[in-house]
């Protein structure tokens, strides 16, 4: 049955005409009229808004077909179905209608009940359309909420296993806090260098950040006696110590290759959902790498090293120099920086380098936010 909320607004500039669809129509429904044109378009975006339309063609001023013109230029109009009512019967005038982008067009003189069965469709499928809108935004608010969910979870999961590995190299975690700040700091300042801003789209750079904090997961693998050991390693210690980046590298890896076996959409390393976990294989396995090809474990340079290692080994170096360690004090922050100039095209990337200087006081911020106890 039609509902007796739903408004139709009838558009003719004869009265007798407004007069027969009112006495036809007002039984079922809510009914405004409008006598010509430029009303009818005030009476589109007035309470109560017409759920339908039915308009006349040949009017003084304004015709039918402008009427609808506007009607559909207008936001809050524009998708208030029409039905052509016109004596103009031939088939050209009938596709002129549908084409601009009426729903039904009906010949005068009316027959009632087509008019009736073609108003009670039309509304039902705006009811439909309706119902499917509010549908839509249910599922994405839905969605939208579960992928937040997800997105906390896997966040708490991602800290906790970083954590896991930094708590037995410092006495705090408060290292992967710090570097995530630089990295995140150092990586959005590289997006306004043109040379760099093409590498670092806005999802590669918050996958850049949220892989920081597994940099060196590879530690876990490091005897206690190596890792903790308050002086100097030995040759052989700091070969065993050197590990740590491809032991990191090759558990995510196996991490990686495992999600691939066990799901049958087979997703390559660098797509949507493995992507990050490739970002994090980067970053874990070259982030010793060197500017000039002196670092590990493979002795690559320049810009072979993937940039979230570039980005992360001055994030690494600078907070390794400005926090105590189980082997030495922490060192002041102006001869960390002096220090870091000095790797400028050895160490470290030179625009890295350019970048860090030019955000120096940021990395101040950060090391102080997240300074140790």
Known sequence: MPQAHETVLLVDDQPENLSILADLLEPHYRVKVADCGERALRAAVSEPRPDLILLDVMMPDLDGYAVLSRLHANASTKNIPVIFVTARDSAEDEERGLELGAVDYIVKPIRPLVVLARVRTHLENRRAQHVLADQNKFLEAEIARRMHD???????????????????????????????????????????????????????????????????????????????????????EFAIMRTHSAIGSEAITQAMTKVQAADHSSYRSDSRPLAFLDVARQIAQSHHERWDGTGYPERKHSTDIPLPARIMALADVFDALTTRRVYKPAMSIEKATDIICQGRGTHFDPTIVDVFLQEHAQFIRIAHEYEDA
């Open 150 to 236: 997800n997105e906390i979870v896997q966040n708490a999961s991602l800290s906790a296993l970083a954590m896991l590995a930094e708590m037995r190299d410092t006495d705090t975690g408060n290292h992967i806090y710090r570097t995530q700040g630089y990295v995140e700091v150092l990586a959005r300042a590289l997006t306004q260098r043109p040379e760099y801003a093409a590498q670092l789209p806005p999802e590669q750079l918050v996958r850049v950040v949220k892989a920081a904090p597994l940099h060196d997961i590879g530690k876990v693998g490091i005897p206690d006696r190596i890792l903790l050991k308050p002086g100097t390693l030995t040759e052989e």
